[in-house]
T-cell receptor, first 112, second 119 residues
Framework: QKEVEQDPGPLSVPEGAIVSLNCTYS??????FMWYRQYSRKGPELLMY????GNKEDGRFTAQVDKSSKYISLFIRDSQPSDSATYLC????????????FGKGITLSVRP | GAVVSQHPSRVICKSGTSVKIECRSL??????MFWYRQFPKQSLMLMAT?????????EQGVEKDKFLINHASLTLSTLTVTSAHPEDSSFYIC???????????????FGPGTRLTVL
């Protein structure tokens, strides 16, 4: 079993839809949970960063972490064509500036 | 701010040759840089962690003699793939972290990646 599993894609939704992206993990030592967004030919950029369990909201984005189930989610409300990108979940034992373990990523396309 | 560049963005080389990839932090000093590799349809996998002025720490299964990392300054780290073979063809991406204090220190800033193709 891989340390981090991410839902396979690609995913295509109409503009305005609510998008749910998910990852599961097996290493209970992970304490820091991140979502990165990557546009074509660019490096990943940090979108959301959560420590331990709970929810975090930033504009149209909400990150949820359920450590008891080893499950994390990213919700995008009112999705826009500009949200079209690859989304990667990442996890760390020590923090976002330490070794990261990534999911495979899912490519999201938001249709106008 | 916090921009990381990589050079080259794409390289094609013959089997047996060596290839050097540069990773630069353009507007900040990076005490730590990371090198990742991504094969098609696979996750980004950490290869090594590089601290300025010291030897890199390699992940299990990564050959240190094949993937030479030099972090000679606070703004530059290089990855040299020695005697490259077709199985080394991959997407190599670096990231950098800020110093120990200040805003934004608890994150990594990623470069745009280098696509290596070994013929």
């Amino acid at each position: 079993q891989k340390e981090v599993e991410q839902d396979p894609g690609p995913l295509s939704v109409p503009e305005g839809a609510i998008v749910s992206l998910n990852c599961t993990y097996s290493n209970s030592a992970f304490q820091y949970f991140m979502w990165y967004r990557q546009y074509s030919r660019k490096g990943p950029e940090l979108l959301m960063y959560t420590y331990s369990s709970g929810n975090k909201e930033d504009g149209r984005f909400t990150a949820q972490v359920d450590k008891s189930s080893k499950y994390i989610s990213l919700f995008i409300r009112d999705s826009q064509p500009s949200d079209s990108a690859t989304y990667l979940c990442a996890m760390s034992v020590s923090g976002a500036n330490s070794k990261l373990t990534f999911g495979k990523g899912i490519t999201l396309s938001v249709r106008p | 701010g916090a921009v990381v560049s990589q050079h080259p963005s794409r390289v094609i080389c013959k089997s047996g040759t060596s290839v050097k990839i540069e990773c630069r932090s353009l507007d900040f000093q990076a005490t730590t840089m990371f090198w990742y590799r991504q094969f098609p349809k696979q996750s980004l996998m950490l290869m090594a962690t590089s601290n300025e002025g010291s030897k890199a720490t390699y992940e299990q299964g990564v050959e240190k003699d094949k993937f030479l990392i030099n972090h000679a300054s606070l703004t530059l780290s290089t990855l040299t793939v020695t005697s490259a073979h077709p199985e080394d063809s991959s997407f190599y991406i670096c990231s950098a972290t800020l110093g120990p204090s200040g805003a934004g220190t608890d994150t990594q800033y990623f470069g745009p990646g280098t696509r290596l193709t070994v013929l």
